[in-house]
């Protein structure tokens, strides 16, 4: 199975941050790379997928990057609807797995 | 729009069994293929299960396999999850969800979840 590892596993920042998240996968996944964010009490929400792609309706301050084992999520400005839980995903093969999470919390 | 309204879930022992099930609308549930992701209260996520949109060849994680069943419905617009054998680990939040269209691996509409908790 292919092990994804996400972090920071917690980050405190302030809104107008730019904050990065990184996961590395155990093995190559080429851009095969999914990144959710959840909310408490939520369902999670796609955010990007195929590494860098901007799902519909997802603000522009959101961009991800990376490929093979190393990827990054970047919000550029942290805004106040952005303090959440995020997730990797690794979609390239079954089964499917995610990062342990990273929370975002306010500074 | 897409949705997905998971029910089913329940207070089960610990060796029992539960089927859930979502109810899908809003989109062409005949083509997409469908996932199962569950979450353990305070935990990440983990995916459980795929169906493609045939229902031929599906895909469980090592810690559901053989005690686990996806199956769908397509003249109905439903997904279930059929869990035998329980166990105090598969105490969970599921949520069902739905593949992109041209790359199913990738889970794309989440449904709100519905709670299983294994306990005596």
């Known amino acids: 199975d292919i092990q994804m590892t996400q972090s920071p596993s917690t980050l405190s920042a302030s809104v107008g941050d730019r904050v990065t998240i990184t996961c590395r996968a155990s093995?190559?996944?080429?851009?095969?790379l999914a990144w959710y964010q959840q909310k408490p009490g939520k369902a999670p929400k796609l955010l990007i997928y195929k590494a860098s792609r901007l799902e519909s309706g997802v603000p522009s301050r959101f961009s991800g990057s990376g490929s093979g084992t190393q990827f990054t999520l970047t919000i550029s400005s942290l805004q106040p609807d952005d303090f959440a839980t995020y997730y990797c995903?690794?979609?390239?093969?079954?089964?499917?797995?995610f990062g342990g999470g990273t929370k975002v919390e306010i500074k | 729009q897409v949705q997905l309204v998971e029910s089913g879930g329940d207070v089960v022992q610990p060796g029992g069994s539960l089927r859930l099930s979502c109810a899908a609308s809003g989109f062409s549930f005949i083509t997409y293929g469908m996932h199962w992701v569950r979450q353990a209260p305070g935990k990440g996520l983990e995916w459980v299960t795929f169906i493609p949109y045939d229902g031929i060849n599906k895909y469980y994680a090592d810690s559901v396999k053989g005690r686990f069943t996806i199956s769908r419905d397509n003249s109905k617009n439903t997904l279930y999850l059929q869990m035998n054998s329980l166990r105090r680990e598969d105490t969970a939040v599921y949520y069902c969800?739905?593949?992109?269209?041209?790359?199913?691996?990738?889970?794309?509409?989440w449904g709100q979840g519905t709670l299983v908790t294994v306990s005596s």
């Open positions: 969800a739905t593949g992109l269209l041209e790359m199913a691996t990738i889970v794309d509409h």
């Open positions: 093995l190559s996944i080429s851009t095969w």
């Open positions: 995903q690794q979609c390239n093969s079954y089964p499917l797995t």
